[in-house]
């Protein structure tokens, strides 16, 4: 927040064809001064968040922007207590600084969590969590945007279903799903955690296959929660697919009335449509499927398969093009090192699970249906999306991205080997001391230590924390002026 507000004193806004409402004339003072230390974090999309949570869903290109989040703004705005005059803007700007910064620590936390179940690698989680915190997509998560929101509860939601409590997992990924679109894709979470239980079930023994005829009650109990916890995924978005509906479908409510002047003639100048206003029913309600989400990534976006492979669009290719190699790298080093696990989905028992010696780390067995998660939004994002979205649509949706950097830091960086008692200058780790060791760790930051000592790591680990740090930077910088970016 300190580093945006001082970007964005020092460097002039630039004049972005971009969504701007029009907005009453000025404040008190502490509206110029809420304006002038947070205004960075409203550019962009984030002027729709705003928007909604203080007006609604008037506009209908305001329905690609799910609602959980507007709504926490509007219900922690209400609640705060404001010790001095305030206009909406500035109470919602300064309630989306408190937000996401909540939201950002707990999504660490949760990464911590996940990583530590999943990894079993105590020294790699908490690696990977501090790399969260200088995430590339970091302006993101400090502006009025749902990706902290999102990265909290879809982090959550693993570590919980790792841990066996499913119902809790479902009610998270569930709130995650009516914060970001792409919230539907976690039910497959749900799809092979029960896949795999039942994998495991009949390969428990001789025992158990002589039951298999028995087997058909669990199989149904299996097949009905999944079933349910998935339809709980789904339902948050297709309940706001039909609140969409009802609002610019249906017979016109008279909202005319309560719009100004000024934004009912901004709509006409960009082609914007109004809830209630104009007799004709936008082309999507006559669909066999009204799906309001994709209209608008359609129609107003031009998103769609290949849509976006443009000689123009070789710039915004560049900027997607580390989080892409980082994201391919990461599937091809899990794969080559699990062949057999891939090719069985992980549903076959190995020798080393059956003598509790799996694998401990980023090429875990455990780790398997994170990667098909990343990689399937990988290939998704940069085939079907605004490619430059990249680095904040995986940044918040999957830990992979943290994992394998804090595994390639861990397994290539000399100067990680080093317990405290060695020279943390030297890079020589204790005789004995295994490079990768998952032990309790130490009490030091290690990014610290390894900025401390840049010019002695390696270049894998320079390349790794200059695009955390410069796309971090680059972010705050560009976003907070009005200036393009992922």
């Avoid at 960075?40 to 999309?45: H, K, N």
């Avoid at 709504?71 to 996401?100: I, K």
């Avoid at 499913?166 to 919230?183: D, H, P, V």
């Avoid at 914007?272 to 999507?284: L, Q, S, T």
């Amino acid at each position: 927040v300190v580093f945006q507000a001082v970007f964005n004193l020092l460097i002039p806004d630039h004049a972005a064809d971009a969504f701007s409402p029009p907005r009453p004339g000025p404040g008190t003072r502490w509206d110029a001064l809420a304006e002038r230390l947070l205004g960075g974090l409203g550019r962009w999309d984030a002027e729709h968040f705003l928007f909604i949570a203080e007006r609604g869903y008037l506009l209908e290109h305001g329905c690609a922007f799910l609602p959980l989040f507007p709504l926490s703004l509007r219900a922690l705005c209400r609640l705060l207590p404001w010790p001095v005059p305030l206009q909406p803007r500035s109470r919602l700007l300064l309630s989306a600084a408190l937000l996401n910064a909540l939201l950002s620590a707990g999504a660490a936390a949760a990464l911590l969590g996940l990583g530590r179940v999943v990894l079993r690698c105590r020294r790699q989680a908490f690696l990977a969590a501090l790399l969260f915190s200088l995430s590339p997509a970091g302006v993101f998560m400090a502006a009025a945007y749902s990706e902290s929101m999102f990265a909290f509860l879809a982090f959550s939601a693993m570590w919980r279903l790792e841990r066996g409590q499913s119902w809790l997992a479902g009610i998270l990924f569930s709130l995650a799903s009516g914060a970001r679109a792409n919230g539907v894709v976690n039910a497959g979470f749900f799809l092979y955690s029960r896949a795999k239980s039942f994998a495991l079930q009949l390969q428990a023994g001789p025992a158990s296959r002589r039951k298999l005829p028995l087997l058909w009650k669990p199989v149904l109990s299996l097949a009905f929660s999944a079933a349910l916890m998935c339809a709980g995924c789904f339902l948050p978005f297709a309940l706001f697919q039909y609140y969409a509906y009802v609002r610019f479908c249906g017979p016109g409510t008279g909202l005319a009335q309560a719009v100004p002047e000024p934004l009912l003639q901004l709509a006409r100048d960009k082609g914007y449509r109004v809830a209630g206003v104009g007799g004709d029913k936008p082309p999507w309600c006559s669909q066999r499927f009204p799906v309001v989400y994709s209209y608008i990534q359609d129609t107003y976006w031009n998103v769609g398969f290949l849509r976006y492979f443009e000689l123009r669009q070789i710039p915004n290719f560049l900027l997607a093009l580390p989080v892409t190699l980082l994201g391919s790298w990461a599937a091809w080093t899990y794969i080559s090192t699990n062949p057999r696990h891939c090719l069985t989905l992980g549903l076959e028992r190995s020798k080393n699970e059956e003598r509790g010696k799996e694998r401990d780390g980023f090429c875990g067995p455990a780790v398997f249906v994170y990667v098909v998660h990343a990689t399937a939004l990988l290939v998704f994002g940069f085939f079907c999306m605004h490619v430059q979205v990249l680095t904040r649509f995986l940044g918040s949706s999957s830990p992979i991205l943290y994992w394998f950097a804090a595994h390639l830091l861990q397994e290539h960086e000399p100067l990680l080997r080093s317990t405290e008692a060695d020279n943390p200058t030297s890079g020589k780790p204790l005789p004995g001391k295994s490079p990768s060791s998952c032990g309790k760790g130490t009490s030091d930051n290690p990014i610290v230590r390894l900025l401390l000592n840049w010019r002695l790591m390696t270049s894998l680990s320079k390349s790794i924390l200059g695009f955390f740090l410069g796309y971090w930077l680059l972010g705050l910088i560009l976003h907070c002026n009005f200036l393009p970016w992922t």
